[in-house]
């Protein structure tokens, strides 16, 4: 029972957008509190405008689990560096919004509800020097570990299910979203309010053992309401996002003492519509990457990978090839101690299809604590 509540659990995580996966830890177990910090250093040769991207960032969360019940809550701290190739920089550093989930797990078939809640505990109302270096993170072939500092009061509701199929054990996971209007930025006219409409998310699950290797396989399809943005009392226009595939692949097997990873991970996003005319922001997003989790002691576990990334937009595009070392150090029963180091080199076009150099530097560090 505990097994599959686990499994289930992670299926509407995953249908859930932006939450930390603790919850499903949290219904196997006890529960966890983490802190720790997040670094990656973006630099851009050969494209006019920008020369260095930072960002420095410290999250932290719990997870409290009740029987069938868990709850979490996540949040961080962000301080985002933007130095344009003329040496003028400019930082902003806020708390992001603070995101609070609630899961139940109900019948003897392991059945999972989950509300997930919204605060708008970031920067609203940037001014057009923020709203810059807000925006100049958002794209996906970036990765920067926070995309996006706020995005309005929301409600997301979701539930998941697991069906046993023979070998195979087969989710279901669905969550419709909600967002209030809210005041992401001003500019020369005055504050700039969004409305996002309304979310709707299904996705599907399987995954089986295949000898003494475990096969997970997932799609998820989002579509959306009509977006309206405008001035303070005033409806300015709306946009139509187009609907977004997720496909994704992961074999785990064991190799020695070790555990060999391989994931695949393909996102589509369709163009979007506004009044009429397309916005020329469909994107093809393809990720692979392969790790080798090495016990060096009883304490210690050494992982090195490696990763690709690759985005083909409709306006620009370009890819990033990384190599990655982190350690795994459990100092106690309950302190689990992960710090990363990550290097990434590759090319970026920009919107006048102008072919440049980008590179990044990333490390991290994280405490967890189970209790």
């Excluded at 919850?23 to 997040?38: F, I, K, S, V």
């Excluded at 994704?248 to 979007?272: K, N």
């Amino acid at each position: 029972m505990r097994r599959r509540a686990h499994r289930v659990a992670g299926l509407a995580a995953l249908a859930l957008a932006g939450v930390p996966n603790l919850a499903a830890q949290a219904l196997g177990g006890g529960g966890t509190a983490y802190a720790g910090m997040e670094v990656r250093s973006l630099r851009f040769e050969r494209l006019a405008g920008i020369k260095y991207l930072r960002q420095v960032g410290i999250p932290f969360g719990v997870v409290l689990p009740a029987g069938r019940f868990s709850f979490d809550a996540g949040s961080a701290w962000v301080r985002t560096t933007m130095e344009r190739a003329d040496g003028t920089a400019h930082s902003v550093g806020a708390f992001t919004d603070t995101q609070v989930r609630g899961t139940a797990v109900v019948g003897r078939e392991a059945m999972v509800f989950t509300v997930v809640v919204n605060l708008p505990t970031g920067p609203t109302a940037a001014p057009p020097r923020d709203y810059a270096v807000i925006g100049a993170i958002s794209p996906s072939l970036f990765g920067f570990p926070v995309a996006s500092y706020s995005s309005g009061f929301s409600i997301t509701g979701g539930a998941a299910a697991v069906i046993p199929a023979g070998g195979w054990s087969i989710g279901v996971a669905g969550s419709v979203r909600v967002t209030r209007r809210y005041t992401p930025y001003t500019d020369a006219t005055g504050p700039i309010t969004y409305r996002p409409g309304a979310e709707a998310r299904i996705r599907g699950g399987a995954d089986r053992l295949l000898g003494s290797s475990r096969l997970s396989l997932g799609v998820t399809y989002s579509t959306f309401g009509d977006d309206q943005f405008g001035g303070a009392s005033t409806v300015r226009g709306q946009y139509r996002p187009g609907p977004r595939w997720i496909g994704e692949a992961q074999l785990a097997a064991p190799v020695g003492a070790g555990t060999l990873s391989v994931g695949l991970w393909h996102f589509h996003r369709s163009a979007g519509d506004t009044t009429g005319a397309s916005a020329r922001n469909r994107e093809d997003l393809t990720s692979g990457e392969v790790s080798l989790s090495l016990p060096v002691s009883a304490r210690l576990d050494f992982t090195p990978a490696l990763s690709v990334r690759r985005s083909d937009a409709e306006v620009g595009g370009g890819y990033l090839v990384g190599v990655e070392a982190g350690i795994h150090l459990r100092l106690s029963e309950r302190v689990v101690f992960s710090p990363t180091v990550r290097y990434e080199s590759g090319s970026l076009d920009d919107d006048r299809l102008v072919r440049g150099r980008i590179s990044a530097l990333v490390g991290s560090a994280f405490v967890r604590v189970f209790y």
